[in-house]
């Protein structure tokens, strides 16, 4: 059902952006982000957290976390995060983008926070786990906010951490409403993305929580214990119309990222396993896939096997120009041009981090993984990163994050000549945190961001 | 009366520490309560950010340790957050242990 997009002022100065267009030209420069950091799986005692980072340039703290909003419990794993409306298209009177909600992929608690201080946010509510479990739902993983307040949350697993996962509604007063999907309408679950215009929703699948949350084992792989479909729905029906099979080409199908444009029937997701990008797109009323990037594996003499690049995390620009991505395991962040979303073009890259990146280091900071969660400035021409993606993975891949702690990294983009350069004098250190070295996972912009917002 | 076994926590550092683990507590429970801060994620048994490596002794579990596969159990590995000592038992913890549980499959 569309609604009225309007130019909405709230009280506080959360903006509506009436298009991508309009964000790209009204939105200001990123002054905060809210960034991921978590002890969860080290041995710190403390919980994890929402780090407040300064990335205004004219501050005295530019590049330091001013503020950190600590969680009432350990062990949380927190992972993805989003917002209680979009900037753009969940507008009802009165709501404003002022809420995160911050799921822990662990231990299933969801925890609701107050951005209206954007430099002081403070912890709002809290879902405990046992509400949660009684819809047969575990391992919270995406944040969506959907018309009229509400907020899908996908799931990726049932109460035992096993299969299946789907996905669970909250209200617009951050109480559980109901289970938004027919249990085993799908098996595996794990991020999606709606395009309202076309009454569509993607879905894409990782494991069951007590597959992947353990760590990564090839037996699993060999079991058909990971997923390797993409689903689409029926958004307004909540049913799954068509399942697509990826097959060995598509194996761990994560990020589902539609293009901006509520017009648009394009989009991009990444098979993190098999080190491939897919463009998927509706023709003639069926959902069409092609893989369009296919990165190589790389000899690495402490390997038994190639090194894949395990490209796990990508965005698209607000002007639907360029699909940016991380290669984690090699080390390289990468831009390509979209604008024939069949026919990409690469634009630039810059090889980073992880087992082949050529930058080793950043202000004398030696770089201990690869280069993960992504989040681009509405503008398109600042792109952040973290460097941590899941803390048994991170152990198994590039053990020394644990003792070292995660890194935010920016490169500044030209949009216009598809340019990419790394800012070698930007670093937040994750790792000089007074209580130890933390994780950095996922990042979001108060105002909007190019991997929460959805138009309607 | 339940047994109180006594729960000795063995870190990868040499450190130690002997904890009562009274009546139906896991070993995250005894250890929790002698305010030791050992790793933990779901306290379901399905997410292993707990798992410890049992030196001596015996425990009991009452739902299955799925984040366990058959191979882990078989050596030695078990999950603190739901794993009841029924004895006097040694347990390596910390996340080094559990580091070693799940290691690179390709290197």
């Known amino acids: 059902m569309a609604t009225d997009h309007q130019h909405h002022d709230h009280e506080m100065d959360g903006p509506g952006y009436t298009t991508p267009q309009a964000a790209i030209e009204e939105s200001t420069p990123e002054q905060v982000a809210y960034v991921i950091g978590l002890y ?36 949380d794993e927190l992972h993805h995060f989003g917002w209680n409306a979009c900037s753009s298209s969940c507008h009802v009177e009165g709501l404003a983008r002022q809420h995160l909600v911050i799921p822990g992929n662990r231990s299933g608690r969801i925890h609701v926070v107050d951005t209206a201080d954007r430099r002081n946010p403070e912890l709002l509510t809290v879902i405990e786990p046992e509400e949660v479990h009684e819809y047969d739902l575990s391992g919270p993983h995406t944040v969506h906010c959907i018309p009229d307040g509400k907020i899908l949350i996908s799931m990726t ?78 958004w307004t029906d909540r049913t799954v119309e068509q399942t697509v099979e990826l097959g060995e080409e598509g194996l761990v199908p994560l990020e589902t990222r539609f293009l901006h444009s509520p017009e648009s029937v394009h989009g991009y997701v990444n098979a993190a396993l098999s080190s491939n990008i ?28 190639p090194v894949p690049a395990l490209p796990v995390d990508i965005l698209v620009s607000m002007d639907d120009r360029y699909l940016f991505g991380s290669n984690w395991l090699q080390g390289e962040v990468w831009m390509y041009d979209i604008s024939d979303p069949k026919t990409l073009r690469k634009a630039d890259s810059i090889s980073i981090g992880g087992y082949f990146g050529d930058i080793r280091e950043v202000q ?18 600042r792109l952040y990163w973290t460097t ?11 053990p020394e994050e644990r003792e070292r702690g995660s890194v935010m990294l920016k490169a500044d983009v030209n949009p216009r000549k598809g340019t990419m350069t790394l800012d070698e004098e930007f670093l937040v250190d994750f790792g000089e945190l007074p209580a130890g070295p933390a994780r950095a996972h996922e990042i979001r912009w108060p105002d909007g961001d190019c991997t929460s917002d959805v138009w309607l | 009366m339940a047994p109180t076994p006594t729960l000795t926590l063995l870190w990868r550092d040499g450190s130690e520490e002997a904890v009562r683990a009274s009546g139906e507590s896991t070993v995250l429970e005894a250890a929790e309560s002698a305010a030791i801060g050992l790793p933990f994620g779901c306290r379901t048994g399905a997410c292993g950010t707990c798992a410890g490596r049992s030196v001596e002794g015996t425990v009991q579990y009452n739902r299955p340790p799925r984040a366990l596969k058959t191979r882990h ?35």
Not at chain 1, 190 to 197: A, H, I, S, V
Not at chain 1, 278 to 305: C, L, N, P, R
Not at chain 1, 364 to 381: C, H, K, T
Request: aromatic fraction near 14%; hydrophobic fraction near 35%.
């Open chain 1, 40 to 75: 969860t799986g080290s041995d710190v005692d403390a919980p994890d957290f929402i780090a407040v980072v300064d990335l205004d340039p004219d501050s005295d703290t530019y590049q330091e976390i001013v503020h950190r909003v600590e969680m009432p419990n350990r062990g």
């Open chain 1, 157 to 234: 697993g049932n109460a035992d951490g096993d299969l299946p996962g789907g996905f669970l509604e909250l209200n617009d007063e951050f109480e559980i409403e109901r289970r938004w999907d027919a249990p085993g309408e799908i098996e595996f679950n794990y991020d999606f993305w709606y395009q309202p215009r076309h009454d569509v929703m993607i879905s894409s699948e990782w494991a069951a929580p007590r597959t992947y949350q353990p760590g990564f084992d090839m037996e699993d792989v060999e079991a058909g214990e990971y997923g390797h479909r993409l689903h689409f729905w029926n």
């Open chain 1, 278 to 305: 897919f463009h998927f797109w509706e023709e003639d009323d069926e959902y069409q896939v092609e893989k369009v990037i296919d990165f190589e594996s790389g000899e690495h003499a402490d390997w038994d096997m």
């Open chain 1, 364 to 381: 004398g900071r030696e770089l201990v993984a690869g280069p993960q969660m992504l989040q681009l400035s509405l503008d398109g021409e």
């Open chain 1, 388 to 398: 941590s993606l899941y803390s048994t993975w991170d152990d198994q891949f590039f």
């Open chain 2, 73 to 107: 159990s078989e050596a030695g590995y078990l999950l603190c957050c739901i794993a009841r000592p029924l004895t006097d038992c040694q347990i390596e913890v910390g996340a080094d242990v559990r580091a070693e549980m799940v290691s690179n499959p390709w290197k």
